[in-house]
Structure formats: C-alpha cells, structure tokens
T-cell receptor, first 116, second 114 residues
C-alpha cells in the first residue's frame, strides 16, 4: 500500500515571497505519478502540477515547481512570488501507473495562508 | 482540461430521507469514477471506485448499503445516501479518469442532514 505524508498542517507566507511545501511518500512501485492539488475556499480541487516518476526533470508550471527526489521519496512544491489567490489547502497525492482504475492516495493536506 | 460536473452543489434533507448526487463527465468518457468524502480541514477519503456497467468497489469501512453507487453510463455515476442521518453530513466529491494518469474533479456536493 502507498502512503503520502504531509507533516506540516499549516504555513504562512508573505505576499511576493517564496514558500516550499513538503511531502514524502512510500511505495514499492517503480512507475507512478505524483501530484499537487490546490483546494481553495470554493473547495474545487485544482491540479497544480504533475510529475511522472520515470522523468528525472522536475516539473514546472509558471510560479509552481517541484523538487522530486525519487530515491528519498520526496516531492516538495515551491511556490514563487506568492499571491493572495494562492491561499488554499494543498494536497500531495500519489497514483500508481496502471490505467483508468488507478486511484489517488492523498496526504493530509496543508493550509497555506498568504499574508498581504 | 476535461470537465466533470456534480449536482447538486448543496442539498439539505431531513433525517431518514435518501439523497442522490450525480457526477457527469461532460466532454469525455469515464470508465472509472471515484467518490470521496471530506470533512472540514481534512483530506479526501476515498469511499468507492465506480466502474461503468459493474458493481462499485467500496473501501474498507464504507457501508455499501448506505452509500449506493450506480455507474450506468460512461458519463454518469450517481451516489445515493440512503436513510441519511446527521452524521452523514459532509462534503462529497467525485472524480473521473480518462485513463491517462490524471483525474478530473467535480465541484463537490455539500450534504446537510437535519
């Protein structure tokens, strides 16, 4: 079974600064996906970034980037130039690479507050 | 990205009644859909995996007779909370897969049982 650990329940960052959210996972799979999802107060789940385990290059989406350390099973999210709209709950998630039945395993989430 | 729509977004019902929540994939066919439950400030808890044309697979501890799931077509899955009680009040979210390593989420449905 897979587990995803987000040990920080809350973080706060000043607007325009950079913040890193940590995530570790445990799996015996060799091929999988890792995700960061954002859940703002509207509670709509929004995909922030996706990483395929077989790719060594860290994924990047505009102000969002990851530090994927496969050997250490670590998958942290860096948010640069934080904006007020980044205030949300963020979930790290794992998915096995095995077709349409693959389910997501979520971490407990972290509440990020961006201060003006 | 693909769009998944949930309806209703908020429902209030009396204790003992049944409530149906729909999850539709609007622009793709979803052979598999997932239903989650989420309490405030907590993570999403997977309740069941819904496969088109077959019985749903429930996670351990989820009552299949309480939470009925029907995936009658490639674009529609429904969750029926039967004989709802106040402890069933929660936020229910569905997601659907195209099968390419990404899930698309509905907007969620808030259930309040009085």
């Amino acid at each position: 079974a897979q587990t995803v650990t987000q040990s920080q329940p809350e973080m706060s960052v000043q607007e325009a600064e950079t913040v890193t959210l940590s995530c570790t996972y445990d799996t015996s799979e060799s091929n999988y996906y890792l995700f960061w999802y954002k859940q703002p107060p509207s509670r709509q789940m929004i995909l922030v970034i996706r990483q395929e385990a077989y790719k060594q290059q860290n994924a990047t989406e505009n102000r969002f980037s990851v530090n994927f350390q496969k050997a250490a099973k670590s998958f942290s999210l860096k948010i640069s130039d934080s904006q007020l709209g980044d205030t949300a709950m963020y979930f790290c998630a794992f998915m096995k690479h095995s077709g349409a039945n693959s389910k997501l395993t979520f971490g407990k989430g972290i509440t990020l507050s961006v201060r003006p | 990205g693909a769009v998944v729509s949930q309806h209703p977004s908020w429902v209030i019902c009396k204790s003992g009644t049944s409530v149906k929540i729909e999850c539709r994939s609007l622009d793709f066919q979803a052979t598999t859909m997932f239903w989650y439950r989420q309490f405030p400030k907590q993570s999403l808890m997977l309740m069941a995996t819904s496969n088109e044309g077959s019985k749903a697979t429930y996670e351990q501890g989820v009552e299949k007779d309480k939470f009925l799931i029907n995936h009658a077509s490639l674009t529609l899955s429904t969750l029926t909370v039967t004989s709802a009680h106040p402890e069933d009040s929660s936020f229910y979210i569905c997601s659907a897969s195209e099968g390419y390593g990404e899930l698309f989420f509905g907007e969620g449905s808030r259930l309040t049982v009085l």
